[in-house]
């Protein structure tokens, strides 16, 4: 088992499959655990608290920022979304790699704090795309999705900053992509030189 | 498709299986080339030359390095191996990935002509596994076996220079982690600027 996991970052804007590709990695690697976040924000049909989010008041959330006890929090449109610490950081030292699905604020944040992280950005083949998709999941208003495409453009941006970008096309194509950047990054040497000296040192020839 | 392909430099002591991921991974993996070597040795029983080696004489192969038209070349032991330069920069400007299967000797010097190319060391899981494998592969003689041993202790130590490392313990993982680097590396931020470029300028919005 490896000493320390590492934080996984996987960010982009609303809409663009972050959820489902992140859905997929866990189901399929091994060792790797998906961060819950914490939302303010109502659930959606089918959304369980604990399995989705960790839904909370406003002033509870509000309470928790004051105690430093999230890695990372924002407010996006009227709600908070925010990575509860204690998780995250004894499951990585207990080895296991961690996935923060979080916006591009609070990646934002992350990455001031934990410059060590992998920051991954998942973008759309287009905005248009982007918001076809928006429309499909049928949970905003019109006039949320205009806001949604609106800070898309920007967020886009923010791409510039990230390690890899994944532009999620096709769903199996994006995340066979995922899978690669988990599986790649345990194999940086950096990551791996307590292994090599022991290889390097296990022989009496 | 891609302007520029990546140079991906694949080595690591010799009998430690390279010459296998290779191949796996060009069976894979789209729009990859695996270099051919040249070198003076003798073809194995099956090999081809052109396919396997380019084969060619000791006065022919030192006229070429004279003529600066080696990537990389090195004597091993008794022999001369080396990468043609014209074939893999014309692959690299179609775009094409370019696999270099090479000993260490030479992908040091490809790092230091090319710093920009991706460097993955492969290491046996132990020096008395390695010991084995070339045993089995029954090429060597007794002598040659022991020298191949003594400088894997010593060529392990690049394995730090490198950055990454596959640990070549079971077959399929370790194609598997092979394939991952080269996926993960395509979608690195930097060599997807001009398509994020695009999604965030191809809106009317």
Redesign the interface.
């Known amino acids: 088992m490896r000493e320390q996991g590492m934080l996984i970052v996987v960010s982009g804007p609303s809409g663009v499959g972050k959820g489902t590709l992140c859905n997929i990695l866990v189901s399929k690697v091994e060792d790797v655990f998906l961060s819950t976040s914490a939302t303010t924000r109502l659930p959606r049909p089918g959304e369980l608290d604990g399995v989705n989010y960790i839904f909370m008041s406003h002033e509870n959330f509000e309470d928790k920022i004051k105690k430093g006890q999230f890695l990372e929090w924002a407010k996006v449109y009227t709600n908070y979304y925010g990575t509860p610490k204690d998780v995250v950081i004894k499951k990585l030292s207990e080895g296991k790699d961690v996935i923060l699905e979080i916006d591009i604020q609070g990646a934002a944040q992350v990455k001031k704090n934990y410059p060590e992280g992998i920051f991954?950005?998942i973008?759309?083949?287009?905005?248009?795309e982007l918001e076809k998709r928006i429309i499909k999941r049928g949970s905003d208003t019109k006039d949320s999705v205009d806001l949604r495409?609106?800070c898309a453009?920007e967020e886009?941006?923010a791409?510039?900053d990230?390690?890899?970008?994944?532009?999620n096309e096709d769903l199996d194509t994006a995340a066979?992509?995922l899978?690669?950047?988990v599986?790649?990054?345990?194999?940086?040497?950096s990551r791996?030189?307590k292994?090599?000296l022991e290889?390097?040192g296990?022989?009496q020839?």
């Open positions: 991954i950005f973008a759309p083949p287009s905005i248009e495409l609106k453009k886009i941006q791409a510039f990230y390690d890899y970008v994944i532009i066979l992509m899978q690669s950047i599986l790649a990054e345990r194999c940086r040497v791996n030189k292994k090599l290889i390097k296990g022989s020839l």
